[in-house]
């Protein structure tokens, strides 16, 4: 664990965010499908990018849906799961921050300079999904199939990452997926620490030690 001493901050040190190595995860923050964020987030670390999403402050001051637009903008990547868009529980209600925050990721694709790089965005949806039905717009796109598993999930999102032109390397994903349970263990134990909590910059740093310590990245690529 790193020394809460000496506190690291976003945007400072290890935790530079610059835009072209910045990935917005846009995904479901429940129980249930933790597995599969703990793999998105941990494979866009081995993959030398810093994960962004609107859980990574806790700043009262601005309201979530800035949050969003912040992190969106200042990424030029973004990773986008449609997995709980879908009716559930007995009002059978689907949640549709995922798909609200995807067409905010698409119009910033079409809005930003093409100096500093258009965004650039992955969809996810588990096999067999619907998505067409209630977002018939993305037809013409081809999302990223998955088995609901982190085996299926991180080699798609290494995949995408490691063809992006800003990518500096990619180790193959059966290493991620051989190490990715040290880095669960390592939220836990934040979790544990921090009665529940786990501050984002002390998660992403413990993302890069892992990573740094299997020789996946050296210091200051990530």
């Known amino acids: 664990m790193n020394d809460s001493r000496t506190r690291q901050h976003l945007g400072r040190g290890r935790l530079t965010m ?43 001051s601005l309201s979530r849906m800035d949050r969003i637009v912040s992190a969106i903008r200042s990424s030029k990547y973004s990773i986008h799961d449609l997995s709980r868009c879908r009716g559930e529980g007995e009002a059978n209600l689907a949640r549709f921050n995922m798909p609200l925050e995807l067409g905010m990721a698409m119009a910033e694709k079409h809005t930003t300079n093409r100096k500093v790089g258009r965004h650039d965005w992955m969809i996810l949806v588990p096999k067999g999904h619907l998505y067409s039905r209630f977002a018939s717009d993305l037809a013409g796109f081809d999302p990223t199939e998955h088995q609901q598993t982190v085996e299926t999930v991180v080699p798609a999102v290494m995949a995408w990452l490691a063809t992006r032109e800003d990518a500096v390397h990619c180790p193959p994903p059966q290493v991620v997926l051989d190490i990715l349970p040290d880095f669960q263990d390592a939220r836990n134990q934040l979790c544990s620490i921090w009665c529940g909590h786990q501050p984002w910059p002390d998660l992403l740093l413990e993302g890069i030690r892992i990573c740094e310590n299997a020789n996946l990245i050296t210091t200051g690529t990530a």
Do not use: K, M, W
Not at 22 to 35: A, G, L, R
Not at 38 to 54: K, T
């Open 18 to 60: 610059r835009r072209e190595h910045s990935v917005f995860i846009n995904c479901p923050y429940d129980e249930e499908f933790q597995p599969l964020f703990d793999a998105i987030v941990f494979s866009s670390i081995c993959c030398g990018f810093i994960p962004r999403c609107a859980i990574e402050t806790g700043t009262a």
